[in-house]
């Protein structure tokens, strides 16, 4: 078995480097060919996962869900399936997925794996695709600022720590939504395109999704105010949110999101697009090797 492991070396305050060279051993152990490379800037991963795509029997995204997306991005329409070492800070998709998240456990759940078929979501504009959550509003705000600052600690703490500071910021937008042909428009604190359960370390924002049944879920937050905001985080850990009345949800295939003007866009975790946008789901579009 011949692998190669693309490695963030910035993802989790440094973690990716050490998880890497944890499970590289444990791969090597094993007898497997393991080439180990490291990403120098946002984006390499795409890049050096289509150059490697069909040189390799698998790749090994090593980092965030960030870092996952990149890889997935670089092997379209190829048949090189993608295995994950999770090494972010928040390190969401393997919730959904129920993988481990320490490195020496994580690789022996891939030497145990097959490839299987999961769901994408397939953005126009930019063409790219995406594997965990979509998110516009309150939630790409947040993204921004766990761009901008010193992440402290990991995992949900560096969520709530800018969810906290954004909340001086916070405003709904107004937005016009088309799933599978039906319309909704309305101001909404954030809508998440989801096709995984949880995003923000832990916030199980569409408890529901299902990465296997080619449909995307589409979690629509209405205006909130800020206390009602702090009094419903930890429903949204349990996700048990979704009886709260500012909360409604759809399921569909296509989806469409307008504003009045362009809205920053999260894609698994990192801004990159912003509204007008439009999402399709590609059922079984992901190659993803799990036990």
């Known amino acids: 078995m011949r692998v190669q492991m693309i490695v963030n070396p910035k993802s ?5 480097v050490t998880a890497a060279t944890v499970a590289a ?3 090597r152990q094993a007898g497997w060919e393991t080439e180990v490379v490291q990403t120098t800037a946002p984006g390499h991963a795409i890049g050096l996962a289509r ?8 790749l090994i995204a090593c980092g965030g869900d960030g870092t996952l997306c990149e890889v997935l991005n670089g092997v379209a329409g190829s048949d090189t399936p993608v295995a994950f070492i999770p090494a972010g800070t928040g390190n969401d998709f393997v919730r959904t997925v129920k993988m481990p998240r320490m490195p020496r456990e994580a690789a022996q759940h891939i030497l145990r794996g097959r490839p299987q078929a999961m769901d994408l979501m397939r953005l126009d504009q930019p063409a790219m695709v995406s594997i965990n959550i979509i998110g516009i509003g309150f939630d790409a705000a947040v993204a921004a600022r766990m761009n901008r600052q010193t992440r402290f600690g990991g995992g949900a703490l560096s969520y709530l720590s800018a969810i906290v500071m954004e909340l001086a910021h916070m405003r709904p937008v ?3 939504l088309t799933v599978d ?12 395109v989801a096709n995984a359960q949880s995003y923000g370390g832990g916030m199980r924002v569409a408890p529901e999704a299902d990465v296997r049944d080619g449909l995307a879920d589409i979690v629509i937050v209405g205006p909130l105010g800020r206390v009602d905001v702090l009094r419903t985080l930890p429903k949204v850990f349990k996700g048990t949110h979704l009886s709260h009345p500012a909360v409604s949800c759809r399921r569909g295939r296509e989806i469409i999101v307008e504003s009045d003007g362009p809205a920053p866009v999260m894609v698994d975790g990192d801004l990159k697009a912003t509204t007008p946008l439009r999402v399709t789901v ?10």
């Open 282 to 291: 590609e059922a079984g579009g992901a190659k993803l090797w799990l036990p």
């Open 51 to 58: 150059d490697a795509a069909g040189l390799h029997d698998l």
């Open 25 to 27: 051993a444990e791969f």
């Open 181 to 192: 042909g039906v319309p909704w428009e309305g101001e909404a604190l954030l809508v998440a």
């Open 12 to 16: 989790g305050r440094g973690r990716g």
């Open 174 to 176: 107004k937005l016009r």
